[in-house]
Nanobody, 123 residues
């Protein structure tokens, strides 16, 4: 289990930007951001494989969101640009030890999760 604490959510108008941060008190090879909007299932937004720094994005956010990491400060980031109202959701940082690629990691209850941070985009 990796303790995770997110910050950086908020309200922004469409077209705006936000940066989410996640401080991890530990290491896992798969780290990423997931989101869940009311009435919807949780979905993977962006994932990173720490073993080779590969990154994976949901089609809905490709070209707009960027996942990155500051290893010195054990912090994972999600830079979100050109935000749309459909990006409105609770965003969660997650971590998982995996023996296989992180590309298909879909987030399970047994993984490590932060408390979530709300992102609201108005039109």
């Amino acid at each position: 289990h990796v303790p995770l604490v997110e910050s950086g959510g908020g309200s922004v108008q469409a077209g705006g930007s936000l940066r989410l941060s996640c401080v991890a008190s530990g290491w896992a090879n798969c780290m990423g951001w997931f989101r869940q909007a009311p009435g919807n299932q949780r979905e993977a937004v962006a994932r990173m494989d720490n073993s080779d720094k590969s990154t994976y994005y949901a089609d809905a956010v490709k070209g707009r969101f960027t996942i990155s990491q500051d290893r010195a400060n054990n912090t994972l980031y999600l830079q979100m640009n050109s935000l749309k109202p459909e990006d409105t959701a609770m965003y969660y940082c997650a971590a998982k030890f995996s023996l296989v690629s992180c590309a298909n990691w879909d987030g399970r209850p047994g993984d490590s999760w932060g408390q979530g941070t709300q992102v609201t985009v108005s039109s």
